[in-house]
């Protein structure tokens, strides 16, 4: 999972591994080192809530999704969601697409095809 933030924006990205343990248990997440500490964050769906979230408790951003978001999401025609009210923190959720330029260093095995790629 691919975390961007910047200033009072989070993004996160799936790729089809993710996507799908996320639609069998309802959370996925991943950390990343950094010294001798760790940033953990996880997306987790919620039946209490109505609105996309985010909580940062404990070294961890977790990021709640209504199951409704998270039902109409499932769909192969619907590539990400975000919430309604951004007057605190704007977020958004998608699936991963391989890119249009390739990175070398970059594995994007199980990126999602990139609708826009040209396949000859």
């Known amino acids: 999972m691919k975390l961007r ?5 989070i993004r996160l990205r799936l ?7 996320y639609m069998e248990t309802g959370k996925v997440s991943s950390q990343s080192q950094i010294g001798l500490n760790a940033l953990n964050y996880q997306l987790v769906k919620s039946p209490k809530h109505t609105d996309v979230i ?3 408790v ?3 951003i977790t990021i709640y999704v ?5 039902e109409k999401w499932s769909s192969p025609d619907e590539v990400g969601f975000k919430n309604e009210n ?6 958004l959720v998608e699936k ?5 330029h390739k990175r070398p260093e970059e594995d994007e095995s199980d990126s999602y095809p990139n609708p ?3 396949n000859n």
């Open 5 to 9: 933030i910047l200033d009072n924006y």
């Open 15 to 21: 790729n089809q591994t993710e996507v799908d343990n």
């Open 54 to 56: 985010a909580e940062f």
């Open 58 to 60: 404990n070294n961890t």
């Open 66 to 70: 209504p199951a409704a978001v998270t």
């Open 86 to 91: 951004q007057s605190e923190i704007k977020i």
């Open 96 to 100: 991963d697409f391989q890119c249009l």
């Open 116 to 118: 826009l790629a040209i």
